[in-house]
Structure formats: C-alpha cells, structure tokens
C-alpha cells in the first residue's frame, strides 16, 4: 500500500530546481510557464473562489502588481475551480470591491498544475490547494516557496521583500540580513582565508560583528 502511495504522489518541487513545466487553461487564454522565460514570476495558490480570506488576498495581491512588474515580476494565479467560476469571481471583486484583477489565473480543475508544484495537503484538503507561494526567477528556477495554511491570509509586503532580496542578492552578489528591506546595508561573503579575515575587520568601509559577518551599504 506504501509503495503505491509514493507512485502516484509526485515529489515536491525543492528551492534551486527548475519550476516544473506546464500548459494550463486561465482567465488570459492558454499559458505556459515558458511564457515567462527572461522574466520572474510569482506563482500562487488560492483555495477557492468566492472565499472571504482568498477575495482578501486577491485584492492584495493587486495592490502590488505593479511594483513587481516594476522589477521585472509577474503574477499567476491558481486554484481547481473552473475557468467560469475565476470569470465570475474576478467580475465580482471588481464590482464590488472597486479592484480590476489584472493578472492570469489557472483554472486547474484535473489538478496537473498542483500535483506538480505540491500545492495540495492531503491532511489540509483532498481537493482544494493551499495558499503556496512559488517565486521563480527569470531562468525559471524556483526561488523560494512559501505555504500558508487555509485560515491564514498571506503578507504581501513579504513576498514584495522576498523577491526584492532575491534580486539583490543576485545582482550584488550579497546576502540579506533579518529583516533586510531596500536600503538597508547588506551582507558581503566570509572571507575564505585567515589573512583575508584579519584585513576584513580592519576595512572601515565594513560595518563588522566579527569576521565572519560584515555588512556595507550597497551604492
């Protein structure tokens, strides 16, 4: 019985592996995640249409749409409800709560795109998607992934951060601290060599706690 399970249970996506591929049906017409190529995506699971805590986040979730386009980041949007049911919805969000939905959403009804990404809990929800988060860069390897469960809306002033060190870190070849928000000094790599640790600490361009950790202002 075990070794049935694991066969139809796909393994889960991991941080530094290629985003699983898809074609999939959504409120924009058919999309591929190569569409994407050359530029990051935010990739996220909702639970269901006409939701209190999901239409929440909807409207939040536009909000920042278009400062993630602003650093090159789109936004797709999943659940298994038909694609009527993300028309009528996203109608409805409009109508009433004055917010045009701008972004894609996939309508996953077979669920090939969320056995693929691991956006189904069994022990939350045989048949509905939890609030997962995928970010995936621009040469559509995941970046990071965040799971919510159902009863808890998601921040997005920490996905908007998230993607924002992410890029930083690239482009600078950094690391971000706790709490890092732009604009904040950033982490540089540990020295390799003991000679290279003694001149570190004596560098007055580095804010250092010690050798190991040292931080600089980025231009």
């Not at 393994?11 to 924009?28: C, K």
């Not at 190569?34 to 006409?50: M, N, Q, R, T």
Request: charged share 25%; net charge negative; hydrophobic share 40%.
């Amino acid at each position: 019985m075990s070794e049935q399970i694991q066969q139809t249970v796909p393994s889960l996506p991991r941080i530094g592996s290629p985003a699983p591929p898809f074609e999939a049906v959504t409120t924009h017409g058919t999309i591929r995640l190569e569409d994407y190529k050359g530029s990051w995506l935010v990739l996220f699971s909702h639970p269901a249409d006409f939701t209190p805590v999901c239409t929440t986040e909807f409207m939040a979730f536009q909000s920042i749409y278009s400062r993630l386009k602003e650093m090159n980041t789109e936004l797709l949007g999943l659940s298994v409800d038909s694609l009527f049911s993300h028309i009528a919805w996203v109608r409805n969000i409009e109508q009433n709560g004055g917010v045009k939905i701008e972004f894609p959403i996939i309508a996953d009804l077979n669920k090939d795109v969320a056995y693929k990404y691991g956006m189904i809990m069994p022990e939350e929800s045989k048949t509905e998607t939890v609030r997962a988060v995928f970010i995936i860069d621009d040469k559509q390897i995941i970046r990071a992934i965040i799971y919510y469960p159902m009863s808890a809306g998601r921040n997005m002033e920490e996905i908007l951060r998230l993607v924002q060190a992410l890029q930083t870190a690239d482009e600078h070849k950094v690391a971000t601290p706790a709490n890092w928000k732009p604009g904040d000094k950033v982490i540089v790599p540990a020295p390799q060599t003991k000679e290279a640790a003694d001149e570190r600490v004596k560098d007055d361009s580095y804010e250092c706690f010690d050798w190991y950790l040292c931080k600089k202002s980025l231009p």
